[in-house]
C-alpha cells in the first residue's frame, strides 16, 4: 500500500506560479511511477504529467508543456509540480497517482495504469 497526500492548491491570479506536492508513505517510493491528473467541473479526468522512479524521465500534456515542471525528492518521498503561466482553464482538482514500475525508464500516461490515488488539491485560477 501507498498513501498518497496532495498539498500545495488555491486561489491564485492568472499568470501566477503554484507548487504542488504529493507525499507518500508506505513502501519504498523510489520504486514508483508518480502521476499528476486533473478534473475540472464538468470534464474528464486528464493527464497532466508524469515522472519515472529515479526522476531522469518526464512527460507532460501538451496543454501544460513548456510551463510546468514535474520533479522528485526520493528521499523525502515527494513529487512536485511547479506550474506556471497559469490560466483559468488550469482550473480543477489535481491528484497525485502511483504505480509501481519495473523498469528505471517506465512512465504511465493513463489513469487506469495507477494503484494509488491521492485525495486532490484544488487550484483555482482567477481571471
Known amino acids: 500500500q501507498v498513501q498518497l497526500v496532495e498539498s500545495g492548491g488555491g486561489l491564485v491570479q492568472a499568470g501566477g506560479s503554484l507548487r504542488l506536492s504529493c507525499a507518500a508513505s508506505?513502501?519504498?517510493?523510489?520504486?514508483?511511477?508518480i502521476g499528476w491528473f486533473r478534473q475540472a467541473p464538468g470534464k474528464e479526468r486528464e493527464f497532466v504529467a508524469a515522472?519515472?522512479?529515479?526522476?531522469?524521465?518526464?512527460s507532460y500534456a501538451d496543454s501544460v508543456k513548456g510551463r510546468s515542471t514535474i520533479s522528485r525528492d526520493n528521499a523525502k518521498n515527494t513529487v512536485y509540480l511547479q506550474m506556471n503561466s497559469l490560466s483559468p482553464e488550469d482550473t480543477a482538482v489535481y491528484t497525485c497517482?502511483?504505480?509501481?514500475?519495473?523498469?528505471?525508464?517506465?512512465?504511465?500516461?493513463?489513469?487506469?495504469?495507477?494503484?494509488?490515488w491521492g485525495q486532490g488539491t484544488w487550484v483555482t485560477v482567477s481571471s
Open positions: 515522472v519515472s522512479r529515479s526522476g531522469a524521465e518526464t
Open positions: 508506505g513502501r519504498t517510493f523510489s520504486n514508483y511511477v
Open positions: 497517482a502511483a504505480r509501481e514500475a519495473r523498469y528505471s525508464s517506465d512512465l504511465y500516461y493513463s489513469g487506469s495504469s495507477y494503484n494509488y
